[in-house]
Structures are given as C-alpha cells and as structure tokens.
C-alpha cells in the first residue's frame, strides 16, 4: 500500500469515526444524567438529516439544517417527556427497552413519511466531483467539513460542561442527583436537557454526513449499535474517552476495507465490541466514577 492510499483510507476512517464518536457521546450524555442508555439515538441522526432533505426543497440549505436541528431537539424533549418522565420509578432495563422500542416507531414513521428511498443533502461546498488533495490523497470537500464540524462539537459541549452553569448543574446531576436536587438543582429539566442535546447533536451530525453517505430510514439501527460499541469501548459514561474510540473503531473499519471485503466492515465493529464486554467490560478508559460529562 503506497502512502497516498494509506492516507486515504485513514481520512475514511478518521471521518466514519467521528461520526461515530458523536453518536457515542450523545449515549453518553443520556446515561450520566438517568443511567439508561437510549438505543433510539441513531434515529435522531436519520430524523435530522431527512428532515433537512425535505426543508431543503423550500429554504436555503443553512436555513434547513437549523431547522432540522430544532426540530430534532424537539422531539428529544418530547420523547422525555412523553416516553421516559412518565414511567416512574421503572428499572433501568425496562427503561432501556422503551426507546428500543422508540427507536422502531421513529423508523417505521420515517418509513411512511418518506418510503424507502435514498436521499442525500447537497454537498456543503463543491460538488460530488470536487476532490481536495492531502498528501496526495484525494477527498471531498465534505469530508472536512465532518470533521470540522465533529471537533465543534466536542469543543462546544466541553465548554458548554466546564463554563456555564446550566453545564455544571448536568455534571452535578451525574455525580449525585439527589444532592444537586437538595441544592436547587431542577433534575428533571437536567434529563429533558440531556436527551434534547443529544438529539440536535446527532440531528447536525447526521446532516453534516449525509451528503456522504446518502440517507435511507433505516440507518438509524446501525449507527446505534456502532455508537453503542465505542460507548462501551471508551468506558460508559467517559465521553472524552468516546472521541478516541470512535476513531479507533473507524480506522480500524477502513483498513479492514483496504485488505478484506467491505462485508467484514460491519463483523469488526461486533468482534470489537464482543472482546470488550468479555475482558474489559468496563472499557478501555473506564473510571470509577461514571459523571464523565466533566470530562465531556
């Protein structure tokens, strides 16, 4: 393999990755503040960017994206609030099969609303042709921009933790919530917050991406279960961890492309995550606490 291909397959894998990453951080974020883990979060990332394809044919491109994201975030609150604040007192397990099975509900609704077609935003810059060379690889212009607007996001959301109080309230409500609920903390509003910021995170996400990948409905199952193996493989709850592990599985996915069929791309992933939860269940970069979103 001469150099150009190698960076190449490691720009692929470093993109995948971080969507992935983003996907893991939002599993992340949901279970520092309820300690359930929303297997309806691939779905935010297909809502998002369907919605934008359809706002796309009426408004300006950027115009459709924040409008997407908006709605997104909406219907995160409103499967909290719905879905998750009403079942009071339920075990972790039952809560975890609820979105499992939101998760099926959002794909069949997508299914009806937009059939089973494939659709795709228009490149961000440039077009389908438009190649940028890096080290003699050749990429699209839309490349970058995944990887831009990951690193945003990763930036954003620690800034968003550390600086303001809102965050600081959401690390209190993972450390303890009972304590932060004795010292004013409105937790319930943190759980909401936390579920309407996963899902307008992935909403970008699953935009930013789209015009690479192309959109079906059903994506979304995939991404949760490639988002769920880098949660685990970062250690549940530790988010910072969950950017490195998201490139880790994306790298590992492209160079497995590079000397195997595509086919094996997907048994890399569940080998990754099978190895993990049979010697190191508590992920590679586990804490002992698991208020990570201190380090998020």
Same mark, same amino acid.
């Given at each position: 393999m001469d150099f150009a291909l190698f960076?190449?397959?490691?720009?692929?894998?470093?993109? &995948?990755?971080?969507v992935y990453a983003i996907v893991a951080i939002g599993f992340n974020i949901i279970y520092c503040t309820t300690g359930i883990i929303n297997f309806a979060q691939g779905e935010f990332l297909i809502v998002g960017a369907m919605t934008a394809i359809s706002l796309a044919e009426v408004a300006p491109l950027p115009v459709a994206i924040l409008g997407a994201v908006l709605i997104t975030t909406a219907l995160g609150a409103?499967?909290?609030?719905?879905?998750? /604040?009403?079942? /009071?007192?339920?075990?972790?397990?039952?809560?975890?099969?609820?979105?499992?099975?939101?998760?099926?509900?959002?794909?069949?609704?997508?299914?009806?609303?937009?059939?089973?077609?494939? /659709?795709?935003l228009p490149y961000f810059t440039g077009t389908e042709i438009s190649t940028v060379?890096?080290?003699?690889?050749?990429?699209?212009?839309q490349v970058l921009w995944v990887l831009g607007?990951?690193?945003?996001?990763?930036?954003?959301?620690?800034?968003?933790?550390?600086?303001?109080?809102?965050?600081?309230a959401m690390r209190a409500c993972a450390d303890d919530r009972m304590a932060a609920r004795l010292c004013g903390v409105n937790d319930r509003?943190?759980?909401?917050?936390?579920?309407?910021?996963?899902?307008?995170?992935?909403?970008?996400a699953g935009? &930013?991406?789209?015009?690479?990948?192309?959109?079906q409905y059903d994506m979304g199952a995939p991404?949760?279960? +490639?988002?769920?193996?880098?949660?685990?493989?970062?250690?549940?709850?530790?988010?910072?961890?969950?950017?490195?592990?998201?490139?880790?599985?994306?790298?590992?996915?492209?160079?497995?492309?590079?000397?195997?069929?595509?086919?094996? +791309?997907?048994?890399?992933?569940?080998?990754?995550?099978l190895l993990i939860l049979v010697f190191r269940p508590s992920?590679?970069?586990?804490?002992?606490?698991?208020?990570?979103l201190r380090t998020a």
């Open positions: 960076v190449q397959y490691a720009l692929s894998g470093i993109t &995948v990755g971080s409103v499967v909290e609030l719905v879905f998750i /604040r009403q079942v /009071r007192n339920a075990s972790v397990l039952r809560l975890i099969i609820i979105t499992i099975g939101l998760s099926i509900v959002m794909r069949e609704v997508m299914l009806h609303i937009w059939d089973e077609q494939v /659709r795709s060379t890096i080290l003699g690889a050749h990429i699209s212009p607007v990951s690193a945003v996001i990763v930036a954003a959301l620690t800034l968003f933790f550390r600086y303001t109080t809102t965050g600081r509003w943190m759980v909401t917050l936390s579920f309407m910021l996963s899902a307008g995170m992935g909403a970008l935009c &930013v991406v789209s015009p690479i990948t192309q959109t991404l949760a279960i +490639k988002g769920f193996t880098v949660a685990i493989l970062g250690g549940m709850g530790n988010s910072m961890a969950a950017v490195a592990a998201g490139l880790f599985l994306g790298l590992l996915e492209a160079f497995v492309v590079s000397v195997l069929p595509s086919s094996y +791309k997907e048994v890399a992933a569940i080998v990754v995550l992920g590679l970069f586990a804490r002992r606490d698991m208020s990570a």
